[in-house]
T-cell receptor, first 114, second 111 residues
Framework: DAMVIQNPRYQVTQFGKPVTLSCSQT?????MYWYQQKSSQAPKLLFH???????NEADTPDNFQSRRPNTSFCFLDIRSPGLGDAAMYLC?????????????FGPGTRLLVL | DAKTTQPPSMDCAEGRAANLPCNHS???????VYWYRQIHSQGPQYIIH???NNETNEMASLIITEDRKSSTLILPHATLRDTAVYYC????????????FGTGTRLQVFP
């Protein structure tokens, strides 16, 4: 089945130690998104890629970076994680040009910062 | 994208219809109403969307008022697996930009 895959499902890192979360998709969608969801809050967009064009949200901290080496893969890099970065990180995809689009989400990676 | 207002929580007995309301009084003419849900510890899942006509699919029905200022998501026969947070979102469909999630409604289906 076509899907959005996130690995790992759980990630533990230390305060200040760089960490990378990965997302892959078999849907061949042009657009990939990264959302952050803190406990008991709604998901909040960090940035998205339209093909190779990167679109950062104005309030996304510089500590968060992203890479998209090809259509299928997208990475979220947190350069120096703080305790406040502990959250669920959700990857999503969509395909423009279909008129009415929906976003397809992966299962998320829960990040714990010690 | 227009803002939405939803009740923070609702209960529903298993097998009964769950009716989840959403107010979107500032919706503009080209904005659609989308519903997503998020089961605990999973990513959000698309349910249904509509512009002004009522819509039905295998998961749910969407009823949009004639003035489009509010809508209701109906799960006709709720099961325990429908326990989740339900988000109502209004947006322009050709916008590849973000989904702006509100606070959502936490639906608890009980036996």
């Amino acid at each position: 089945d076509a899907m959005v895959i996130q690995n790992p499902r759980y990630q533990v890192t230390q305060f200040g130690k760089p960490v990378t979360l990965s997302c892959s998709q078999t849907l061949n969608h042009n657009v990939m998104y990264w959302y952050q969801q803190k406990s008991s809050q709604a998901p909040k967009l960090l940035f998205h890629y339209y093909d190779k064009d990167f679109n950062n949200e104005a309030d996304t901290p510089d500590n968060f970076q992203s890479r998209r080496p090809n259509t299928s893969f997208c990475f979220l890099d947190i350069r120096s994680p703080g305790l406040g970065d502990a959250a669920m990180y959700l990857c999503a995809t969509s395909r423009p040009g279909q008129g009415v689009k929906t976003q397809y989400f992966g299962p998320g990676t829960r990040l714990l910062v010690l | 994208d227009a803002k939405t207002t939803q009740p923070p929580s609702m209960d529903c007995a298993e097998g009964r219809a769950a009716n989840l309301p959403c107010n979107h009084s500032t919706i503009s003419g080209n904005e659609y109403v989308y519903w997503y849900r998020q089961i605990h510890s999973q990513g959000p899942q698309y349910i249904i969307h509509g512009l002004k006509n009522n819509e039905t699919n295998e998961m749910a029905s969407l009823i949009i008022t004639e003035d489009r200022k509010s809508s209701t998501l109906i799960l006709p026969h709720a099961t325990l697996r429908d326990t989740a947070v339900y988000y109502c979102i209004v947006r322009v469909p050709w916008n590849t930009d973000k989904l702006i999630f509100g606070t959502g409604t936490r639906l608890q289906v009980f036996p």
